[in-house]
């Protein structure tokens, strides 16, 4: 039956809702978003329209769905490698404009192949990324000095300053989206250690959807780093979740960062999987 395509995020949870939350861990990036649009509106993300979409066996089966909030990459869910290619020839063909894809590695490397047959675009890799699932949650031995608090609207200036110094770091020089972070600020999302009183570590998590909550983002300033602090921030937040009801928690690692992957295997987390994201060259992308 093929993909169809909506702006309408209800249409979207009517037909794919199910498909989502069938597999929360693997979808926790989605669902995530999903929650925050419908908090937020549509447009939280920026002005330009949110698409979504799902892809139907011929039984009618949905086996895969996408969703789009620009100026970020195509996220994709698991899906067979037809429905990529598919899904790149007809948003191709509607001259959608893409920064990239994000997606297991064959969905991905499938999708981008065909962008470029079509668009003339090629793709470059913008990060190997690894999800981790909690299994049991092991404190850090010894704890680093200090305590943690949730973090509240008078740190609303701290707050985004890291964020901006994590994107900075992870992702390039981005402007981030003050909205979705006072929104997190608002349902006591982030997470601050602080020692004497002095903020030096910080996590967030998203809501808790379908029963997962996502670790993200942890950052600790470079001169506080090395002394345990993301280790115990990570802890705490993560207890926080299961304390709001989360039966699973996940957070995303950058593989060629090998400290944190090693912090969060230490702390209870074990890999599910990996995620490639591409990154298209604006040559030719409609």
Same mark, same amino acid.
């Given at each position: 039956?093929?993909?169809?395509?909506?702006?309408?995020?209800?249409?979207?949870?009517?037909?794919? !809702?199910?498909?989502?939350?069938?597999?929360?861990?693997?979808?926790?990036?989605?669902?995530?978003?999903?929650?925050?649009?419908?908090?937020?509106?549509?447009?939280?993300?920026?002005?330009?329209?949110?698409?979504? !979409?799902?892809?139907?066996?011929?039984?009618?089966?949905?086996?895969?769905?996408?969703?789009?909030?620009?100026?970020?990459?195509?996220?994709?869910?698991?899906?067979?490698?037809?429905?990529?290619?598919?899904?790149?020839?007809?948003?191709?063909?509607?001259?959608?404009?893409?920064?990239?894809?994000?997606?297991?590695?064959?969905?991905?490397?499938?999708?981008?192949?065909?962008?470029?047959?079509?668009?003339?675009?090629?793709?470059?890799? !913008?990060?190997?990324?690894?999800?981790?699932?909690?299994?049991?949650?092991?404190?850090?031995?010894?704890?680093?000095?200090?305590?943690?608090?949730?973090?509240?609207?008078?740190?609303?200036?701290?707050?985004?300053?890291?964020?901006?110094?994590?994107?900075?770091?992870?992702?390039?020089?981005?402007?981030?989206?003050?909205?979705?972070?006072?929104?997190?600020?608002?349902?006591?999302?982030?997470?601050?250690?602080?020692?004497?009183?002095?903020?030096?570590?910080?996590?967030?998590?998203?809501?808790?959807?379908?029963?997962?909550?996502?670790?993200?983002?942890?950052?600790?300033?470079?001169?506080?780093?090395?002394?345990?602090?993301?280790?115990?921030?990570?802890?705490?937040?993560?207890?926080?979740?299961?304390?709001?009801?989360?039966?699973?928690?996940?957070?995303?690692?950058?593989?060629?960062?090998?400290?944190?992957?090693?912090?969060?295997?230490?702390?209870?987390?074990?890999?599910?999987?990996?995620?490639?994201?591409?990154?298209?060259?604006?040559?030719?992308?409609?």
């Amino acid at each position: 039956m093929g993909w169809t395509v909506t702006t309408n995020l209800e249409e979207y949870l009517a037909e794919a !809702g199910e498909f989502l939350r069938a597999d929360p861990a693997e979808n926790t990036v989605p669902l995530s978003v999903i929650e925050t649009l419908r908090a937020q509106g549509t447009d939280v993300y920026g002005d330009a329209t949110a698409r979504f !979409g799902w892809w139907q066996s011929e039984a009618g089966v949905v086996g895969g769905v996408f969703l789009h909030t620009r100026p970020y990459p195509l996220l994709l869910s698991a899906m067979p490698e037809s429905a990529a290619q598919e899904l790149a020839e007809f948003l191709a063909h509607q001259q959608i404009p893409l920064l990239g894809v994000n997606a297991d590695q064959t969905a991905a490397q499938a999708f981008a192949t065909t962008w470029k047959d079509h668009t003339g675009a090629a793709s470059h890799v !913008g990060m190997h990324q690894r999800l981790y699932r909690l299994e049991r949650l092991s404190q850090p031995k010894p704890l680093p000095q200090g305590t943690s608090r949730i973090a509240m609207a008078h740190d609303r200036d701290l707050v985004l300053a890291w964020h901006e110094a994590f994107h900075h770091e992870s992702l390039g020089p981005e402007s981030v989206n003050t909205t979705v972070i006072e929104d997190k600020l608002n349902y006591g999302g982030i997470t601050l250690w602080e020692v004497e009183g002095v903020p030096v570590s910080m996590a967030g998590r998203t809501r808790v959807v379908a029963g997962m909550a996502r670790v993200a983002p942890v950052y600790t300033p470079p001169g506080h780093r090395r002394q345990g602090f993301g280790a115990a921030i990570t802890a705490t937040l993560t207890q926080t979740a299961l304390d709001a009801g989360a039966r699973e928690v996940v957070l995303f690692t950058d593989l060629a960062n090998p400290t944190s992957n090693n912090i969060y295997q230490r702390l209870g987390y074990r890999a599910l999987s990996d995620r490639l994201m591409l990154i298209f060259s604006p040559r030719n992308n409609p």
